[in-house]
């Protein structure tokens, strides 16, 4: 199994990005997105399960949103509203049954 990420990049404070996740293999039950900034914990951002059901952490809800098309078997995550506590590296997650797969990080950077 591969995710591969892209999308990240350097914006200003109020800007948007849009990630995107594409994987290999049959479709995932659950996809979704972590970050981690420096000196911190790896934490959810967003998931969304194959039924199209979204799970958003606190701090991204209203700026943030996700979604997939399990035909390419994609997971998408719109960003706007950016703010510089956005910034960390973000990482594809997918689940299958018991397995768990991650993705290469990409970089999103929020200037003030």
């Known amino acids: 199994v591969q995710l591969q990420a892209s999308g990240g990049g350097l914006v200003q404070a109020g800007g948007s990005l849009r990630l995107s996740c594409a994987a290999s293999?049959?479709?995932?039950?659950?996809m979704g997105w972590y970050r981690q900034a420096p000196g911190k914990q790896r934490e959810l951002v967003a998931v969304i399960t194959i039924d199209g059901i979204p799970n958003y952490a606190d701090s991204v809800k209203g700026r943030f949103t996700i979604s997939r098309d399990t035909a390419k078997n994609t997971v998408y995550l719109q960003m706007n509203s950016l703010k510089p506590e956005d910034t960390a590296v973000y990482y594809c997650?997918?689940?299958?049954?018991?397995?768990?797969?991650w993705g290469q990080g990409t970089q999103v950077t929020v200037s003030s």
């Open positions: 293999g049959s479709a995932f039950n659950v």
């Open positions: 997650n997918a689940r299958r049954l018991a397995s768990i797969y």
